[in-house]
């Protein structure tokens, strides 16, 4: 079945980008060469764009049409960059509260995550530019639509959006299992981002070691974590919950 969200063809894909349309990422395959290809190369340089060379095969799977060994999926949505979110949050005159997505790949979880975070007025879901979801049709279906409201901001490293987030004064929480600190037991009343690490592997080590604080959330079942956006959930309305308590104090 034919997609699309897609544009095939190497002169195609060139004006695409040049149009400025909102682009995921761009399959293209292993040996392509040629005068046209050098152009679509340096665009795709200039423009930032996550790419990926593949066999011939795996652009075969996506349009069996003249794709002459390029195919750009679109975005469903337009990207935000977090550089001109944090001073626009700060300008707005609320306390930012964004959720950080380390290794995030599977996209009913993403789906899930976004929904919740838009439930909660989250300003923003940060993500990767390599090893993860991004924001595709099926994404913004599983979100139920929220990932049509919610900002993403996409980084080229969750360890330099860690590093800037907190130069801007941000208190970073990295929510790990191998954390002694409750996650109810710090301060979320403050400029907040929190980081969910993957399933699998959690939060990179790296990334661990810029964050200003890390919390879990208690297990007394035999199974040791829970699923990555039931735990988003979680922590995320502890946020919210801090911060309403807050406000009633404040009245």
């Known amino acids: 079945m034919e997609r699309e969200d897609y544009i095939y063809g190497i002169r195609a894909v060139i004006e695409a980008i040049e149009a400025g349309k909102d682009i995921d990422r761009i399959y293209i395959k292993k040996d392509l060469s040629g005068e046209l290809a050098a152009e679509l190369f340096e665009l795709i340089r200039r423009h930032r764009i996550v790419n990926r060379r593949v066999p ?30 944090v001073p626009q949050l700060y300008e707005a005159g609320v306390t930012p509260f964004v959720v950080l ?6 996209v009913r979880n993403f789906g899930a995550i976004a929904r919740t975070c838009e439930c909660a ?61 409750n996650y109810t037991m710090t301060d979320y009343t403050v400029p907040v981002a929190l980081v969910m690490g993957a399933e699998d592997h959690g939060i990179s080590p ?27 959930a979680v922590a995320v309305y502890e946020v919210v919950r801090q911060r309403l308590q807050a406000d009633m104090e404040i009245v």
């Open 56 to 85: 011939l095969e795996r652009i075969n799977k996506i349009t069996r049409k003249n794709h002459q060994g390029v195919v750009a999926i679109l975005s469903a949505v337009t990207y935000h960059s977090l550089d001109n979110l």
């Open 206 to 232: 790296e990334v661990l070691r810029e964050c200003d604080t890390f919390v879990s959330i208690p297990m007394f079942g035999k199974i040791g974590s829970l699923n990555v956006s039931v735990a988003t």
């Open 121 to 181: 007025a989250v300003d923003a879901l940060v993500i990767p530019e390599h090893d993860s979801v991004s924001v595709t049709a099926d994404a913004v279906k599983t979100s139920a639509g929220a990932l049509h409201h919610l900002p993403v901001c996409r980084v080229h490293t969750i360890l330099q959006a860690v590093k800037d987030l907190r130069k801007s004064g941000y208190k970073v929480v990295a929510v790990s299992e191998k954390a002694d600190i």
């Open 101 to 106: 997505l380390d290794g995030i790949t599977d």
